[in-house]
């Protein structure tokens, strides 16, 4: 009886340990709410500069690869010259 109410108190102090516990005083709230938001943004920020780079990068990279190189056409595009023709207008005397 003694090692399973150990056990048991051991578990609870366990699942304690780690639940998140909001402070209690006021200010102190406010400040830490206002502390998570600034790291929020934070992220977000360095996770858009991070991505804008990466784009950035890559297109650099691409342009660069491609400057000295003629535009090669596709085997399978068909060229040619076309003109366009005016839809026929139908006659009212039918």
């Not at 150990?6 to 206002?34: E, G, N, Q, S, T």
């Not at 502390?35 to 991070?50: S, T, Y």
């Amino acid at each position: 009886m003694f090692a399973s109410s150990l056990f048991h108190r051991h578990r609870h102090r366990h699942r304690d340990f780690f639940a998140p516990r909001k402070p209690r005083h006021r200010l102190l709230r406010i400040v830490l709410a206002l502390f998570g938001v600034a790291v929020l943004a934070l992220l977000l920020v360095i996770g858009l500069a991070v991505g804008a780079a990466m784009l950035t990068v890559g297109l650099l990279s691409r342009a660069w690869r491609r400057r000295g190189q003629p535009v090669a056409a596709d085997p399978k595009t068909l060229e040619g010259e076309y003109r366009v023709l005016r839809k026929p207008v139908l006659t009212a005397g039918r």
